[in-house]
């Protein structure tokens, strides 16, 4: 559907997806009609639809916008002469995604909406934060940082690390904020290491 394209719209999308996405994480998908999320937006139901047609819309735009947000924190981070450096940076921005946005982080990566599975054109929207990782590790691996890997593999397995650290935070398993870094730095430093001896 055509969409305005000015500041009153990137406003309003923000704060109804914002608004659903706290509804699913305190009260699971039934929470997610487009009058309880016109309440906590405060706008009428129209805005809901005219926006996003329908829930599978709303739901559709709330997985994307995690990843939107996750890519404008991978786009800030400068890139610099020190490859590796750069790589964890990317995690570090990860980590700041997800706890900046614990409200969509479960979409992003989970099920809590059953019926919703991304298609192929959703897969593809998200595909460059991913590719943003690869790109990281190939500069690791061309540099000499690594030890020659695929890089893919390689991007596989430090995704899944910080998914599983993030995850693991967002749940208050980790500990206060300080605990929660030590244990990102250790479990990052424990696996560049292991890559750089192959």
């Not at 990566?109 to 059953?114: A, E, S």
Request: a negative charge.
């Amino acid at each position: 559907m055509a969409r305005p394209r000015n500041r009153d719209y990137v406003e309003l999308r923000r704060e109804l997806i914002d608004a659903a996405g706290r509804l699913l994480a305190a009260e699971g998908p039934l929470a997610l009609s487009t009058r309880c999320i016109a309440q906590q937006a405060g706008v009428s139901t129209s805005a809901v639809y005219n926006l996003f047609g329908d829930k599978a819309g709303l739901v559709r735009e709330m997985f994307l916008a995690g990843f939107e947000r996750l890519a404008e924190a991978f786009a800030a981070v400068p890139r610099t002469g020190d490859p590796v450096a750069d790589l964890l940076a990317l995690g570090h921005a990860y980590r700041a995604s997800a706890l900046a946005n614990p409200h969509l982080y479960e979409l992003m990566f989970g099920r809590p909406v059953p019926e919703f599975q991304p298609d192929a054109e959703t897969g593809a929207l998200i595909q460059p934060s991913f590719d943003a990782l690869v790109a990281a590790v190939v500069r690791c691996v061309e540099k000499g940082a690594f030890a020659p890997a695929e890089p893919y593999d390689l991007a596989v397995r430090l995704n899944g690390l910080a998914h599983g650290l993030c995850s693991l935070e967002l749940r208050g398993a980790l500990g206060d904020v300080n605990e929660a870094r030590r244990h990102w730095d250790g479990a990052f430093d424990t696996m560049v290491r292991g890559m750089a001896r192959g």
